[in-house]
């Protein structure tokens, strides 16, 4: 669906619906009736301009609103399926949905129209716009998930004082909770401790500074930013509680966070975007810490947990400045082409206790260029090992691990296709750092939330517009344990 929530009015159905009635009445008045039915997606003096219809209703009635790129692509798709010649020609009447059972009469007399309202069901599914039938347990589940953060929120918090026999007050609880999470807090990165032997930061063979060494660098900054935040804040909160210092409202906050196993928000404003629960956020930042130290002290890895990057956008860009240096190519005619991998070089992704791989000979072949990237999950959508193509998901499946996928800049010709492009075969998939998809708006047009766009093969019998329609993305993050 859509990735922002957006405030649709009737007076944009109105002046959709009018210019509809004015095109087609048009096209009737030039050719007669008959003219429509035969019409195709050629314009002509004759037939329905459908490619100028979809233009002014998804571009100015309803595009005006839609701020998303990725909705504006949605929007799109969708306009395709309802404004296009097969609409009104296709024998026995056009029918939206696999069951037939949104279908328009076809005849438009008042009676047959009502008739045809009234066989409606009273549920839409989700396989009516184009969405897998999971789609409605993600939502329900999302919407299960804000109304017990709502309920938690305004609920009183316990009093301090006398606990019952064999309880505990909030206070100890939440001394409890810091002290456990500080036991559990890695050391800081020390840069000047960086490996010798396989330096990260070294020049690359070109002579070129090595721009994976800047990065490297910046994410060791940020992330030992985050743990002096969380050592502070830890320690301040335990004083207040045991009442050696005075209890500000942001201790306040956190302590009824750490509560109700929500990560506070002094922590999110420094941290990375998560919607994890504190347990399962605390876990996966000693993973990111130990996969960046394993970076930082043993050399460059084999392959990269992108998941695991503050800013996975920059580390993206780094690489094509790497290929442009060592290949002499400008960047600007540089874009990445992708070979998702066989589930055999999973050896590559960050197990459970945090390192990447570091034998290039645990990965299929040897890779010369760009860098092989693990860690992603697929939302919408599964992935068939056997076809090494995009699969509808499981049920009840929310979410599927991606295998390994090479990211190989190549030089694109001039006035070639965007990344966002659809062709071929292969559906342009939105890669996001969380579930949410949206986020704020960047100067480029995109959320802050998007990452790019990678390109992963459609199944047989389907195309692009299959996937945009089910709102298929992949994750950097999942909301829970990974």
Same mark, same amino acid.
């Given at each position: /669906?859509?990735?922002? !929530?957006?405030?649709?009015?009737?007076?944009?159905?109105?002046?959709?619906?009018?210019?509809?009635?004015?095109?087609?009445?048009?096209?009737?008045?030039?050719?007669?009736?008959?003219?429509?039915?035969?019409?195709?997606?050629?314009?002509?003096?004759?037939?329905?301009?459908?490619?100028?219809?979809?233009?002014?209703?998804?571009?100015?009635?309803?595009?005006?609103?839609?701020?998303?790129?990725?909705?504006?692509?949605?929007?799109?798709?969708?306009?395709?399926?309802?404004?296009?010649?097969?609409?009104?020609?296709?024998?026995?009447?056009?029918?939206?949905?696999?069951?037939?059972?949104?279908?328009?009469?076809?005849? /438009?007399?008042?009676?047959?129209?009502?008739?045809? *309202?009234?066989?409606?069901?009273?549920?839409?599914?989700?396989?009516?716009?184009?969405?897998?039938?999971?789609?409605?347990?993600?939502?329900?589940?999302?919407?299960?998930?804000?109304?017990?953060?709502?309920?938690?929120?305004?609920?009183?918090?316990?009093?301090?004082? /006398?606990?019952?026999?064999?309880?505990?007050?909030?206070?100890?609880?939440?001394?409890?909770?810091?002290?456990?999470?500080?036991?559990?807090?890695?050391?800081?990165?020390?840069?000047?401790?960086?490996?010798?032997?396989?330096?990260?930061?070294?020049?690359?063979?070109?002579?070129?500074?090595?721009?994976?060494?800047?990065?490297?660098?910046?994410?060791?900054?940020?992330?030992?930013?985050?743990?002096?935040? *969380?050592?502070?804040?830890?320690?301040? *909160?335990?004083?207040?509680?045991?009442?050696?210092?005075?209890?500000?409202?942001?201790?306040?906050?956190?302590?009824?966070?750490?509560?109700?196993?929500?990560?506070?928000?002094?922590?999110?404003?420094?941290?990375?975007?998560?919607?994890?629960?504190?347990?399962?956020?605390?876990?996966?930042? !000693?993973?990111?810490?130990?996969?960046?130290?394993?970076?930082?002290?043993?050399?460059?890895?084999?392959?990269?947990?992108?998941?695991?990057?503050?800013?996975?956008?920059?580390?993206?860009?780094?690489?094509?400045?790497?290929?442009? $240096?060592?290949?002499?190519?400008?960047?600007?005619?540089?874009?990445?082409?992708?070979?998702?991998?066989?589930?055999?070089?999973?050896?590559?992704?960050?197990?459970?206790?945090?390192?990447?791989?570091?034998?290039?000979?645990?990965?299929?072949?040897?890779?010369?260029?760009?860098?092989?990237?693990?860690?992603?999950?697929?939302?919408?959508?599964?992935?068939?090992? !056997?076809?090494?193509?995009?699969?509808?998901?499981?049920?009840?499946?929310?979410?599927?691990?991606?295998?390994?996928?090479?990211?190989?800049?190549?030089?694109?010709?001039?006035?070639?296709?965007?990344?966002?492009?659809?062709?071929?075969?292969?559906?342009?998939?939105?890669?996001?750092?969380?579930?949410? $998809?949206?986020?704020?708006?960047?100067?480029?047009?995109?959320?802050?939330?998007?990452?790019?766009?990678?390109?992963?093969?459609?199944?047989?019998?389907?195309?692009?517009?299959?996937?945009?329609?089910?709102?298929?993305?992949?994750?950097?993050?999942?909301?829970?344990?990974?």
């Amino acid at each position: /669906g859509w990735n922002i !929530r957006y405030e649709f009015s009737s007076g944009d159905l109105d002046c959709a619906l009018q210019t509809l009635r004015m095109f087609v009445l048009d096209a009737a008045a030039s050719g007669g009736g008959h003219q429509i039915l035969s019409a195709t997606q050629e314009e002509g003096a004759e037939c329905v301009p459908w490619r100028a219809l979809r233009y002014m209703t998804g571009e100015i009635h309803y595009g005006g609103r839609v701020t998303d790129e990725n909705d504006r692509r949605l929007l799109g798709t969708m306009l395709e399926k309802c404004y296009d010649a097969s609409v009104v020609s296709a024998p026995g009447g056009h029918a939206f949905g696999p069951d037939g059972s949104y279908a328009a009469p076809r005849t /438009g007399d008042h009676a047959a129209t009502l008739a045809a *309202l009234r066989a409606l069901p009273q549920h839409d599914p989700p396989e009516v716009f184009g969405l897998h039938a999971s789609a409605d347990i993600a939502f329900n589940l999302r919407e299960g998930r804000l109304l017990l953060d709502t309920v938690l929120s305004i609920q009183p918090s316990a009093a301090g004082g /006398g606990a019952g026999a064999g309880g505990s007050t909030k206070e100890q609880q939440v001394v409890a909770i810091a002290e456990d999470i500080l036991r559990q807090l890695p050391a800081r990165l020390e840069v000047d401790k960086a490996s010798v032997t396989s330096n990260p930061f070294a020049a690359l063979p070109s002579g070129h500074d090595n721009s994976l060494g800047v990065v490297l660098a910046q994410e060791t900054l940020r992330y030992n930013g985050l743990l002096s935040t *969380l050592s502070t804040s830890l320690t301040e *909160l335990v004083c207040a509680m045991r009442g050696q210092v005075a209890m500000s409202a942001e201790l306040e906050a956190a302590s009824n966070a750490l509560c109700n196993n929500q990560v506070p928000d002094a922590w999110q404003r420094a941290a990375y975007p998560s919607l994890k629960p504190l347990a399962s956020w605390v876990a996966n930042f !000693r993973r990111r810490v130990d996969v960046l130290a394993d970076w930082l002290y043993t050399g460059q890895p084999a392959a990269f947990w992108l998941p695991g990057l503050f800013f996975p956008q920059g580390f993206l860009t780094a690489v094509l400045q790497n290929h442009a $240096r060592m290949s002499r190519t400008p960047i600007d005619r540089l874009a990445f082409c992708f070979d998702v991998l066989p589930r055999a070089a999973d050896g590559a992704a960050a197990p459970a206790g945090g390192h990447g791989s570091r034998d290039s000979k645990d990965l299929p072949g040897s890779v010369t260029s760009g860098v092989i990237v693990t860690g992603l999950h697929l939302e919408g959508a599964g992935w068939d090992e !056997r076809t090494c193509a995009l699969a509808p998901p499981r049920p009840r499946q929310m979410t599927a691990p991606l295998p390994p996928v090479h990211f190989r800049p190549e030089e694109v010709p001039a006035g070639g296709c965007t990344a966002g492009d659809s062709d071929g075969g292969m559906y342009a998939c939105p890669l996001y750092k969380t579930s949410v $998809r949206a986020g704020v708006l960047s100067t480029t047009g995109q959320s802050t939330n998007f990452v790019m766009h990678v390109q992963l093969p459609c199944a047989a019998g389907t195309d692009a517009s299959t996937y945009v329609l089910s709102g298929v993305a992949a994750l950097c993050a999942l909301d829970g344990d990974e």
